[in-house]
C-alpha cells in the first residue's frame, strides 16, 4: 500500500512540494531562455510564481505573473496554446515517468496582497490597530 501524498491537514506532502518546485524552475528556465516561438510571449516577461501539482503527478497547475502586468489575459492563453511545446522541453530538464499536463492560471495572490495592504492603510483600521498595540498585555490575553 502506497503513502499517501498528502499530509493530515491536507497540504500537500513533501515530495509534490519538491516536484512542484522542480517543474517550476523547468517552466522559468524555458520561458527566460526565451523558447517559446509566439508572438504574444516575444518580449514578455513572466513570473512563475507556484507549481501546483496533483497527488498522481499526472497535471499541474502553473501559476504564473506577466511582469509589468500588461496583456495578463493574451500571456496566459499563449502558454496555454503552447503547453505541448513547454512539455517536450521540460521533458529534457525534469525526468519524471510521466509528464503532467500543464495548465496556465494568472496569479492573483499578487493583486490580493495588494487588496489587503491597502485596507490596512485605511484609517478606520489603522485607529483599530493602534487601540489594540496599545492595551496592556494582560487585557489581551483575556
Given amino acids: 500500500m ?13 515530495r509534490l512540494l519538491r516536484v512542484g518546485e522542480n517543474v517550476r524552475h523547468a ?9 517559446v516561438q ?3 510571449l516575444e518580449r514578455a516577461s513572466v513570473t512563475v510564481s507556484e507549481v501546483r501539482v496533483s497527488p498522481d503527478l499526472r497535471n499541474a497547475t ?31 530538464v525534469v525526468h519524471m515517468k510521466y509528464m503532467p ?9 499578487f493583486d490580493e496582497a495588494s487588496h489587503i495592504d491597502t485596507l490596512l492603510k485605511t484609517p478606520k483600521v489603522a ?10 498585555d494582560d487585557q489581551q490575553e483575556q
Fill in 127 to 136: 485607529q483599530d490597530l493602534m487601540i489594540n498595540s496599545t492595551e496592556p
Fill in 2 to 14: 502506497s503513502k499517501s501524498q498528502h499530509t493530515g491537514a491536507g497540504t500537500p506532502s513533501l
Fill in 62 to 92: 502553473i501559476f504564473v505573473m506577466p511582469l509589468g502586468g500588461d496583456k495578463k489575459g493574451v500571456i496566459t492563453k499563449a502558454l496555454n496554446k503552447n503547453t505541448a511545446f513547454i512539455r517536450g522541453e521540460m521533458s529534457k
Fill in 38 to 40: 509566439d508572438p504574444d
Fill in 101 to 109: 499536463k500543464l495548465t496556465f492560471k494568472l496569479d492573483e495572490s
Fill in 27 to 35: 517552466i522559468s528556465m524555458i520561458l527566460a531562455r526565451g523558447d
